[in-house]
């Protein structure tokens, strides 16, 4: 740099600029002697008072974020225990019910115009018909029951009112079948009148139709009924699995977030600990522990009331229901078997067909089905297999709503009455094949027909009672575990309902009063 030289700016220095000819002055890039760069001034920093309540303001953000989720969803994950225990389980069970009674109902029906005026044999159609009064009488006390909450499920409604039309008109045709009945006098067995069995016939064909038949609504009903229960249970399980994340983040926020405070009241105070923060944090903690403990009880209670006993329970009511009708269905062939037109063999060919396909909703194989004296064998192999241990899905019977028992074994007994309950399935399926085996025997038709009209109402009525009443037995141990664990999920998670409550007002105290004698000292 130059400097007393008239005429030069001693803060440039000139360059020559080809491109215009001209001379470009550029400022000097050394600073001279006692020049500084200007400072920016300083930020403004917030007091100490003002972070203090920063801090305040964070921690208690925290706090209210956990307590919002939680009074959000526990709520609601404690409301599915009682929809699934108290409401839309009870529906469906009312419901699968129902089809039991309605199948029983018409066996019953069947079983006063095959007995006739006989008085020998082990039922009467006096008894018959009073076993068909009571199942109507249980049959509506179930529509009564579904029909207190049938709003609250989709598609239930237009359902139910269908099952009490089509079950009037039912009830009027069996009604006219049993008057005409009543007024011929010393009939013999499977001999009803043929108007009569033409009334009856109506009746069944109403109960039994393929598209809006009254036990395929009532089948809908229970599949409707099962998935409010299902969708409950699987929203729980999302509730449950959100809870945790949540509450697991929300919780380690908040306990770094204390730290961090009492760190920075430590540098600032020159003090070690604040008591009361570091009580909240010890009560984070514990809260924290305790949250992710009840989800996890919630969780195994979940898994107990849907997963292991009402799915049993619904298993094993259905499995009655479709198994009353086979019984049913006996008594229908033996009517048709009586016949001798070719309208009653093709009813006797379709309840053939029905039984079977039944028999293999009970227990079935999948790769082939099976009737008969085949079916017969294979089931008391399988029961005896059973009954030493063996698991029934290799056994090959694996299909049906007793497999379906036999697979969800979880609670003390029941394996047991699961095991007598197919063996008992296995005498009264080999009762069956006895039973058409008598019918179709040579000599006089009037003579087999009595004996297989005998042996229905005998043997078989006893052997299929034996089966109900193991199956009724495995189905009462599923449902007092369904209802203990119903009553374990609410009462596990009713103090979560105020808890959060609680520990939010207990951290916004703490907070606050291990604060304020720090903002004391700046009054």
């Not at 395929?216 to 009924?225: F, G, M, P, R, W």
């Not at 009840?294 to 209670?301: D, I, K, Q």
């Not at 005896?384 to 969800?408: F, K």
Request: contains cysteine.
């Amino acid at each position: 740099m130059v400097s007393g030289v008239a005429g030069i700016d001693t803060n440039t220095v000139s360059q020559w600029a080809p491109s215009t000819g001209t001379v470009r002055r550029e400022p000097l890039l050394r600073q001279q002697p006692g020049w500084h760069r200007p400072e920016l001034p300083p930020k403004p920093k917030l007091s100490t008072p003002a972070r203090m309540m920063t801090w305040i303001l964070v921690s208690a953000l925290c706090v209210l974020a956990c307590w919002a989720v939680l009074v959000a969803s526990v709520g609601g994950l404690r409301d599915g225990f009682a929809t699934i225990g108290t409401r839309s389980g009870p529906n469906v069970q009312a419901a699968a019910h129902l089809y039991y009674d309605l199948a029983d109902m018409d066996g019953q029906a069947a079983n006063v115009l095959l007995i006739g005026d006989e008085t020998n044999l082990a039922e009467t159609s006096a008894s018959a018909y009073k076993a068909y009064e009571k199942d109507q009488v249980d049959a509506n006390a179930q529509l009564e029951a579904i029909g207190s909450g049938i709003d609250a499920i989709p598609g239930a409604p237009t359902l139910f009112v269908s099952i009490e039309n089509s079950l009037s008109q039912y009830s009027q045709d069996v009604s006219q079948a049993m008057y005409i009945d009543a007024q011929d006098h010393g009939q013999s067995a499977a001999q009803p009148p043929a108007a009569a069995l033409a009334e009856y016939q109506t009746a069944t064909a109403l109960m039994h139709g393929t598209s809006s038949g009254v036990l395929v609504q009532a089948q809908s009903l229970i599949n409707e009924d099962q998935s409010t229960v299902n969708d409950t249970y699987n929203s729980a399980f999302g509730t449950i699995g959100q809870l945790r994340l949540w509450g697991t983040l929300l919780g380690l926020l908040m306990l770094i977030v204390l730290v961090v405070v009492q760190s920075k009241l430590a540098r600032t105070f020159n003090r070690r600990v604040n008591p009361l923060l570091a009580l909240s944090t010890v009560f984070t903690l514990i809260f924290g522990i305790l949250l992710l403990s009840a989800l996890g009880t919630a969780h195994s209670n979940y898994v107990v009331q849907k997963a292991d006993a009402f799915d049993s329970v619904i298993a094993l009511w259905q499995e009655q229901a479709v198994s009353a009708d086979m019984n049913a269905s006996e008594s229908r062939w033996l009517l048709d078997f009586a016949g001798t037109s070719d309208q009653s063999a093709a009813a006797e060919a379709g309840e053939q067909t029905l039984f079977d396909a039944e028999a293999q909703q009970v227990v079935g194989r999948a790769t082939q089905a099976e009737s008969g004296a085949d079916y017969a064998h294979d089931l008391e192999s399988a029961a005896t297999s059973v009954a030493r241990g063996q698991d029934i899905a290799s056994t090959g019977l694996s299909l049906g709503y007793l497999s379906t028992e036999l697979s969800n074994l979880t609670f003390p007994g029941e394996s047991g009455a699961a095991t007598s309950a197919l063996s008992a399935y296995a005498v009264y399926i080999q009762a069956d094949v006895q039973l058409r085996l008598d019918a179709q025997a040579g000599g006089p038709r009037s003579v087999a027909l009595a004996t297989a009209v005998t042996y229905d109402t005998g043997q078989s009525n006893q052997n299929f009672t034996t089966y109900v009443a193991d199956v009724n037995a495995t189905l009462q141990i599923n449902l007092t575990a369904f209802n203990a664990a119903t009553t374990a999920g609410e009462n596990g998670l009713g103090p979560w309902l105020w808890m959060p409550v609680v520990w939010a007002l207990l951290m916004a105290g703490l907070i606050v009063l291990g604060f304020l004698p720090r903002l004391r000292e700046y009054r």
